[in-house]
């Protein structure tokens, strides 16, 4: 009996830039169902990363199967491995693969969608303060 292939995969490699502090973590989510973008809770098929934060912040998944994904990434500042907000406005930092403009409320899966296929991908991520 013959068995499927397996579905390829790449690497994805995360830089962060724009950081206001090396304090705390940086949290990492990667989905590709829009249902549970930004945070990723209830993806069972997330990819979630929590790196140091350092003046020079890098993050890597490996093993990615190949198609469309949005990432988003919060500055974790304290710690307490959640967004911290204040009347609704974060007060730690938050960034978004393709670095789209931020008005009010996260942006749309399809404004940060990229795709991964075939050789290893590059995504920086540069991290915006409200508060």
């Given at each position: 009996m013959a068995?499927?292939?397996p579905s390829p995969a790449t690497r994805l490699d995360v830089d962060v830039a724009g950081l206001r502090s090396a304090k705390g973590n940086i949290l990492i989510c990667l989905t590709r169902d829009p249902r549970y973008f930004p945070d990723c809770s209830g993806d069972p098929a997330?990819?979630?990363?929590?790196?140091?934060?350092?003046?020079?912040?890098?993050?890597?998944?490996?093993?990615?199967?190949?198609?469309?994904?949005?990432?988003?990434?919060?500055?974790?500042?304290?710690?307490?491995?959640?967004?911290?907000?204040?009347?609704?406005?974060?007060?730690?930092?938050?960034?978004?693969?393709?670095?789209p403009r931020l008005m009010f409320g996260p942006p749309s899966f399809a404004s940060v969608r990229f795709t991964i296929g075939g050789a290893a991908l590059h995504e920086p991520v540069t991290v915006k303060y409200f508060l």
């Open positions: 068995t499927a292939a997330a990819r979630t990363l929590t790196i140091a934060a350092t003046n020079v912040a890098a993050a890597h998944f490996t093993d990615v199967a190949h198609g469309d994904y949005a990432l988003s990434l919060i500055h974790d500042e304290n710690g307490n491995g959640k967004l911290d907000t204040r009347l609704g406005i974060p007060r730690e930092g938050i960034g978004f693969s393709r670095n």
